[in-house]
Structure formats: C-alpha cells, structure tokens
Nanobody
Framework: VQLQASGGGMVQTGGSLRLSCAASRLTFSRYVMGWIRQAPGKEREFVASIRWTTHTPKYADSVKGRFTISKDKAKSTVYLQMDNLSPEDTAVYYC????????????WGQGTQVTVSS
C-alpha cells in the first residue's frame, strides 16, 4: 500500500488549502481513508475519514463545518478541503488507511506541513 500526500503550505488565518492523498496497491472497498494531524508537542489527532464505498464522512468536532473530506474513485485520491483555517490548525497532516474491521490505522503516508499564520 502506498499513500502519497500533498498540498500543504502556509496560509493566513481565514485562508484555505486542499490536501490530496493518492492511494495505490490497496483494495479500496475494504478500507477507510483518513486524515490525522499532529501539532508540535501534541499527540496525533483524528481529523476526518471517509469510506471508499459510501459517502459517510466523519469529522473531529474541531473541524466540523470548516473541513470537507471527499474522494475521487477514478483517481484513487482522497481530498481534504480546509477552509477558514486558524493557527490552531497548524500541524503535520498525515493521510492514512485502515481496514474496515480495524480500529487502528494500518498504513500511513508521509506528512504534509500546514502552517496557518495569524
């Protein structure tokens, strides 16, 4: 399984970014895709997830209404649209995949840095 994340960068408060995660070598119907972030000095935090076969996204309370997770099956890519960003969103964002039956993430992509300046 390979997960390739991209799209991070630096924006000002209130700005937007879109992260992408290109997935390969996995049976998509068996997996949940997610975004997890880790801010400096903090533990990793769940951000959002989505299943390939349904459109039932889940979000952390801290991002609800501001972030949107979506997928493009044809491109085997999951996106995280982040709007109205705040400095509290500054973190390294990781793309991850887990089997439907698992509760822990099985595969991780490399992180992409998101920095929001005030």
């Amino acid at each position: 399984v390979q997960l390739q994340a991209s799209g991070g960068g630096m924006v000002q408060t209130g700005g937007s970014l879109r992260l992408s995660c290109a997935a390969s070598r996995l049976t998509f119907s068996r997996y949940v895709m997610g975004w997890i972030r880790q801010a400096p000095g903090k533990e990793r935090e769940f951000v959002a997830s989505i299943r390939w076969t349904t459109h039932t996204p889940k979000y952390a309370d801290s991002v609800k209404g501001r972030f949107t997770i979506s997928k493009d099956k044809a491109k085997s890519t999951v996106y995280l649209q982040m709007d109205n960003l705040s400095p509290e969103d500054t973190a390294v964002y990781y793309c991850a995949a887990r089997l439907l039956v698992n509760t822990e993430w099985d595969y991780w992509g490399q992180g992409t840095q998101v920095t929001v300046s005030s």
